[in-house]
């Protein structure tokens, strides 16, 4: 099995799940895009989302994948990701919830002060969902070493706060609701991620 992937064969797996899709969306960001990458989809096949995070661990600097002791995600879109990420690097996994709109650690999840932590997302936009979670890894006594995703759509502007590892950037045009192409404003808006915007 080869652990490297091009962009290319990245979205080869994307398009084969149908997950890379085209319409009006309204990102978690607030921001709104013609195109948006469903990873759910693409994660839905065990074995694509193995070949996907093994590809990515390949990627990580040997000195940073061996001080990783534990993946923590946030919950709903990284929990997937992040679960084969720790599978790939041999370690735990645990996800992070909002249930009072802040991100925790719950169902026993706990990390030992100091821990390493690999923060996983499925798709980094603004990066902010990526920094609450590395906020709360800090609150519950881990260390983030570097963030991790399978897709940067930020078109580079997400600045996280440690190294950040995607699989693939896409430069996928965002816009403000107020300020659509007409194109775009000619198409209704669906809101296919999981936070309420």
């Not at 002791?69 to 946030?74: E, H, L, T």
């Not at 735990?92 to 990390?111: D, I, N």
């Not at 590395?134 to 997400?158: C, F, K, M, P, Q």
Request: hydrophobic residues 50%.
């Amino acid at each position: 099995m080869t652990t490297t992937m091009t962009d290319d064969d990245v979205l080869a797996e994307f398009r084969a799940a149908e997950a890379l899709l085209e319409g009006h969306f309204i990102l978690s960001s607030g921001l709104r895009s013609p195109r948006y990458l469903q990873c759910a989809r693409v994660l839905m096949d065990p074995a694509r989302g193995s070949r996907l995070a093994t590809a990515l661990a390949a990627r990580l600097p040997v000195e940073i994948r061996d001080s990783i002791a534990a993946v923590v995600s946030p919950a709903m879109g990284g929990v997937i990701a992040g679960h084969e990420m720790a599978r790939a690097l041999g370690v735990p996994a645990m996800f992070l919830e909002r249930p009072e709109g802040v991100f925790e650690l719950r169902r026993g999840f706990r990390l030992a002060p100091g821990t390493k932590v690999l923060m996983m997302e499925d798709v980094v936009t603004t990066g902010l969902s990526s920094r609450e979670a590395i906020a709360a890894i800090a609150r519950a006594g881990g260390e983030t070493v570097a963030a991790a995703a399978l897709v940067d759509r930020s078109n580079g502007t997400a600045e996280l706060g440690v190294p950040f590892f995607p699989l693939i950037r896409l430069d996928v045009p965002t816009y403000a609701a107020d300020s659509l192409p007409p194109e775009l404003a000619a198409i209704p808006a669906i809101k296919p991620g999981s936070r309420a915007a």
